[in-house]
């Protein structure tokens, strides 16, 4: 109980000497009072920093700030930016978001080795990270001094090594449009994209769709046209089953047809008609690449005409395909039709007989097709050909020849010699013998003893001057027999082979062949300067449109003689003659026919 108690009591002593101890520390830089003297200001102990100097040997904002990724590279960039290597061996380089930091000292070297080839306009191959280290430098002004240098030193080297990356494409189209918008640059349109990639910004895909909604023609691509519709038509039972090769043939036909038309008829084409409210938006730059924000900022402002987001745009589309494969059911057998569709009469009309037309020529070419193909050895018939014109013409020289003869051998001679050379002439027999490698050749049957004539004798017995007057006298005869029949001979032969056709080269001739009869009178109609008149007549019959008719003829000329044929509304003039020799061809053949 006593042992309790005391140590109770020593636990409340020690809590107060606690209790006064901490009542008398302080700060370190307050000085302990001293009991008996008069209390006195604190004295501070810590010892005060020069802030002056300070102030002076520190840049808080430079020397205590966060350095980016990005902005370390640009800072790198301009450092080497005049440094090359005369050469340097290649070592590959691939990795993500790639900068100088990344790169090992050979392949740094290397790096400068191939930008300097770039530089100068010579294009090795590399990795694809070595390229996107020379974007970013483009990017961010490394290497050039005016924009539009820039712009084409980014172009360069995208066209160099596309083909071997086409991944490129992805990211330089943007990066360029990029570049061209933070300065203002009035830049031409890239290449038209033939499918818009997923992943293509929505501005770039809107600039594509406006470029080709107001080219004319109108060319689209069935891959250009999905997005565009409120009609998941790949999920068609028609598409699915056996009408995916012509929907994807015939919807961008019948949409560029109809908007000409309407062009044509209305006044406006389809972009004109259902035009969408232009909309600004704010389009981040260069997405996907090490860029660094403070050199032009994180955006820019861009004006946009959002087509794909229009609803009287979409309808309208929607129902011109939903109309066409009504159409290419009805042509294919297919059983089962689209319901709700309105068009204009005219419209529905303009489509049937363009598709009906199409299916029509398409089913000629199936038939030419499965008719087996016969191959012609020009060389050989050219060879016939010859051999049956000298044929022709020692049959008329031989005709003439024995007329002459039989003329000469009436009129009385005053030597037995003569009369008998000539009758020689008449009653030995000539023989014509074609042979193949030398061409045709004519002997004289060697006569017998038995059947030698009498004059033959005679003329054997006489002197050799005698002889050979004789046969100077004969030679002279054949001559003049020669050119006196050669007049008639060419006659002959004109009426046997008919006006001379003008000969055309052989790509003119595979050209003329694939034209069609539509094609043959629009390029007579331009040919001969007819009004516009005779050319929508010529189309009307054909189902189409003028500028559908030139353009497939441009088409088929790009592919045969790899230039256009018409430029605008006229021929070009290099062509004129063998346009001309070609036509002229086409109508004597259809005279033949």
Request: net charge negative; glycine share 6%.
């Amino acid at each position: 109980m006593n042992d309790r108690t005391d140590k109770h009591y020593i636990h409340i002593d020690n809590n107060k000497q606690r209790m006064v101890r901490d009542r008398q520390l302080t700060f370190a830089e307050m000085e302990l009072g001293v009991p008996g003297q008069p209390e006195t200001e604190p004295v501070s102990k810590v010892v005060a920093p020069e802030s002056e100097s300070l102030e002076r040997n520190l840049d808080w904002r430079q020397d205590f700030r966060y350095v980016s990724k990005e902005q370390q590279f640009v800072q790198t960039a301009r450092e080497l930016e005049g440094k090359s290597e005369e050469y340097a061996e290649f070592v590959p380089f691939q990795t993500y978001w790639p900068t100088y930091d990344q790169m090992q000292p050979g392949q740094l070297r290397w790096y400068l080795y191939w930008r300097g080839e770039v530089r100068s306009g010579r294009y090795p191959e590399t990795d694809m990270s070595y390229l996107f280290v020379y974007l970013y430098e483009l990017i961010h002004g490394i290497g050039w001094d005016d924009p539009v240098h820039g712009v084409e030193l980014m172009d360069r080297v995208w066209k160099a090594y596309r083909k071997r990356y086409p991944k490129l494409d992805l990211y330089v189209r943007e990066w360029m449009y990029d570049l061209g918008k933070v300065f203002g640059l009035d830049m031409p349109p890239a290449e038209p994209l033939m499918k818009l990639p997923r992943s293509l910004s929505n501005v770039l895909k809107e600039l594509e769709w406006g470029r080709r909604f107001s080219a004319e023609p109108l060319e689209l691509t069935w891959e250009m046209v999905l997005p565009l519709i409120d009609y998941e038509v790949e999920k068609s039972r028609y598409y699915s089953d056996q009408g995916r090769k012509e929907m994807r043939h015939y919807v961008p036909k019948v949409i560029a047809l109809v908007d000409g038309f309407l062009a044509k008829t209305k006044g406006s084409k389809l972009i004109e008609r259902f035009k969408p409210k232009e909309k600004k938006i704010t389009r981040f730059l260069f997405r996907s690449a090490v860029y660094d924000h403070e050199v032009y900022g994180h955006g820019v402002p861009v004006s946009v005409l959002p087509i794909s987001e229009h609803p009287p745009f979409r309808a309208y589309l929607t129902q011109l395909v939903r109309h066409t494969e009504n159409k290419l059911r009805e042509l294919t057998g297919f059983k089962g039709k689209l319901r709700g569709i309105s068009l204009e009469p005219e419209v529905e009309q303009l489509v049937s007989r363009f598709l009906h037309k199409e299916f029509g020529q398409r089913q000629t070419e199936e038939a030419k097709s499965r008719i087996p193909v016969v191959k012609i050895n020009t060389a050989k018939l050219r060879k016939l050909q010859q051999e049956s014109n000298e044929v022709r013409d020692m049959l008329l020289t031989e005709e003439l020849s024995i007329a002459t003869v039989e003329q000469k051998t009436e009129r009385p001679t005053g030597s037995s010699g003569q009369k008998g050379a000539r009758q020689l002439k008449r009653d030995v027999p000539q023989q014509a013998e074609m042979d193949f490698e030398l061409g045709w050749r004519v002997f004289e049957e060697e006569p017998s003893a038995h059947s030698q004539p009498e004059g033959f004798k005679e003329l054997n017995e006489l002197p050799e001057a005698v002889q050979l007057e004789i046969a100077e006298s004969s030679a002279g005869d054949d001559c003049e027999q020669r050119s006196e029949g050669s007049e008639e001979l060419h006659k002959e032969r004109i009426r046997i082979e008919g006006p001379i056709e003008p000969k055309l080269a052989e790509e003119w001739q595979e050209m003329s062949v694939r034209l069609s009869g539509a094609h043959l009178a629009m390029l007579g109609a331009i040919v001969e300067e007819r009004g516009i008149d005779v050319r929508y007549g010529i189309a009307e019959q054909a189902g189409s449109m003028p500028e559908l008719l030139l353009d497939e003829i441009n088409e088929l000329a790009m592919e045969w003689i790899g230039d256009l044929l018409i430029d605008g509304d006229r021929i070009a003039e290099e062509y004129e003659t063998e346009l001309r020799n070609m036509l002229q061809c086409s109508q004597i053949g259809n005279k033949d026919l």
